[in-house]
């Protein structure tokens, strides 16, 4: 349990007086990549031509996520599947940590716009990429010259209210959680319950909510909107799929 008076993340190795450490939010995220990572390496580890087990699932997600990317971003933006998959796994590994009684890596601001902030720099990069610099600029002052402004502040927005929707979110599961276990502690100690029976049993539809439930719409939010402003990018007019 984290003490509400302070609900960041508690720093778990400190180098000493650098002022260098580390964060249960590394430390958990670390974890969730190499879980990703051990799993995808075993799962090709005897690749046959007839997949079975552990290959016939990792081809099944994979061949989802490809066809899932294709149909929403268009054929030739499939290229992205890779990003997108991955992204949606570490987001949905990270944000469910709470089922195991850990933080989740996503209640922490550094990490949603650490993620936030690397597909804005896709998504500008591609969208240069695509359309050249002059084309780019062109399109931020799409219809009138005037708007290249606001253009601006619109594109620096888009991390911004990417990276604080999740971390509000999936953090505001956090605190609630705790305000539930922590009434339910005080409630079993005033009628001297022997076992803590409520905060065992009462919580369940709580958890369900806020580990599992929110966690997946969450990363299948920030998936999709990534998803979506990076199609937007890319796709010019007239050299888009139907």
């Known amino acids: 349990m984290h003490d509400l008076r302070n609900i960041g ?22 974890i969730v990549a190499a879980a990703i990572a051990a799993a995808a390496l075993l799962s090709v580890r005897k690749l046959e031509r007839y997949p079975k087990g552990a290959q016939a699932f990792a081809e099944l997600i994979v061949s989802t996520v490809y066809k899932f990317t294709a149909d929403t971003m268009g054929k030739r933006c499939e290229v ?12 949905l590994l990270g944000n469910m940590l709470g089922i195991f009684g850990l933080r989740p890596t996503t209640a922490d601001v550094n990490m949603t716009f650490a993620l936030s ?12 990429k695509t359309m050249g610099f002059a ?40 605190i609630i959680m705790e305000l539930i276990f922590n009434g339910l502690g005080w409630l079993s100690e005033k009628i001297l319950l022997p076992v803590p029976l409520l905060q065992a049993v009462i919580p369940l539809p709580a958890n369900a909510f806020f580990d599992i439930f929110e966690p997946v719409l969450q990363a299948f939010i920030f998936t999709m909107l990534t998803m979506v402003f990076l199609s937007m990018a890319i796709v010019t007019h007239g050299n888009g799929d139907e």
């Open 9 to 30: 993340p508690r720093i778990i190795v400190r180098f000493g007086d650098s002022g260098v450490f580390i964060t249960e939010t590394v430390f958990f995220g670390l």
């Open 80 to 91: 992205f599947a890779p990003y997108v998959g991955t992204l949606f796994l570490f987001l």
């Open 117 to 128: 902030g690397m597909t804005f720099l896709l998504i500008q990069y591609n969208g240069f």
């Open 135 to 174: 084309g780019k600029i062109k399109h931020m002052s799409d219809p009138y010259p005037f708007m290249f402004p606001m253009k601006v502040i619109e594109e620096i927005s888009f991390p911004v209210s990417l990276g604080f929707r999740l971390f509000g979110n999936i953090l505001g599961g956090v």
